[in-house]
């Protein structure tokens, strides 16, 4: 599919399910590479933060340097999508408890919204402008998007609330599209090349 | 063909999310704080840290559910907590407090000499330790979720760990070379599911993910086991049996991370005090062993 010299898409791969998100680009015939450091920034086409501990990954982001990459490589309008994890690092605020953040999509979300592991679900919910099928929803410990700023679309609902999100160049669902055989979502973010 | 439901995909969904992570064994909540400070990916609630249990003796059981609770509220990172090799009640106040992960664990001492808690029925996942492939693939029949080397809990010595990480990963590779005819009698002498025998030989790997436990103690020996195959790590009384937990904590972190960077991992290893002091595990009578408690 993607010709032999095409850049690959960045999967930061510091800490969390990085494995996961590189399954789901091989299948679909992106390439990728892992982003650990910020030299590993060069030449990606795009960028996905995946789910894990935001805590843990917001250290890194710190105490390495990596925050500034992420921030730069959005400003020059490249794509970025983050998943659970990766959504709460690119909100404008994150909250339960107030976090750092890198204030790159203008959303509040809730931290472990639905509670502890045993609260975790699967669910079905909509992409209506994405797909005309339900689209199976993994939910771990994740957290709720209690606010949309302005110019934010809501691209995913499930139970009502927004699971999918974009503005311009910046993606972030609450699911986890990864864990799943469905491709609809990362085909969507490899288009925003 | 051994597939997921969906509560074993939640339940294997949190093992991914905490892959490339280092998860901690504190006692109390002020442990569980320096740990998130340090960048751990989840906490495991004990009594005792193993060194400890291996030290003072007497029966090892669940951590008290106020302590574990207040470990939960101190921290926002997913807490873990043990159980008993078969005390499935334990399992279940430890489900009805909101553990995150339950680590049936030969650690504690055994309420069951024959038997593993039937695993399928909780909504909270499970990690079990294991020393080869025959016994992760009994527990994954059981329903365990995550697959952790058992090494040798509280001596602070590698050396365990890395026998059952080659054991796991040879076995694994060894299976597929194997011909399909073949996979029946090598189930027989793995006493293992035929069907997660079959899964694996198609797969090259376990159905769960692989983590390490059980002598970590240094940011090396971290590297160590991932570059031999572990996904993540437990650390144990490698830390807070440490002479700077909070700085050892965060080294032993940055090195899961960059194991295959020999640069940040010698980083990492710089001024961090004295390690915990370690055993000869060879010089342990077969019954000081914790690695033989299951099976």
Known sequence: MAPPNAHPFGILAVQGDFEMHARMLSRIGAPWKLVK?????????????PGGESTTMLKFFAEE????PVKDFVGRGQPVFGTCAGAILLATEATNPPQESLGLLDITIERNAYGRQVDSSVRRGECPELSDHPIQMVFIRAPIIRRVGEGVRVLGRADGLPVLVQKGNVIASTFHPELTDDETIHRYFLLQR | MWEYDEQMKLKVGLAEMLKGGVIMDVTNAEQ?????????????????VPADIRKEGGVARMASTKIIKEIMDAVSIPVMAKARIGHFAEAQVLEAIGADYIDESEVLTPADEEHHIHKWPFKAPFVCGARNLGEALRRIGEGAAMIRTKGEAGSGNIVEAVRHLRAITGEIRRLTTLREEEWMARAKELQAPYDLVQWVAENGKLPVPNFSAGGIATPADASLVMQLGAEACFVG??????????????????????????????????????????????????????????W
Do not use: W
């Not at chain 1, 340097?65 to 500034?68: E, K, R, Y």
């Not at chain 2, 400070?37 to 906490?43: L, R, S």
């Open chain 2, 237 to 294: 009384s490698g830390i807070f049996k440490s002479s700077d937990p909070a700085k050892r904590a965060k080294a032993i972190v940055r090195a899961t991370t960059h194991y295959n960077d020999p640069k940040i991992v010698a980083e990492c290893s710089e001024e961090l005090g004295e390690a915990m002091k370690g055993i000869d595990v060879a010089k342990l009578k077969p019954e000081e062993l914790l690695q033989m408690r299951g």
């Open chain 2, 32 to 48: 569980a704080k320096i740990a998130e400070d340090a960048g751990a990916c989840a906490v495991m609630a004990l009594e005792r």
């Open chain 1, 65 to 68: 340097g990596l925050g500034q």
């Open chain 1, 37 to 49: 450091r910020a030299a590993d920034f060069d030449g990606i086409a795009g960028l996905i933060m």
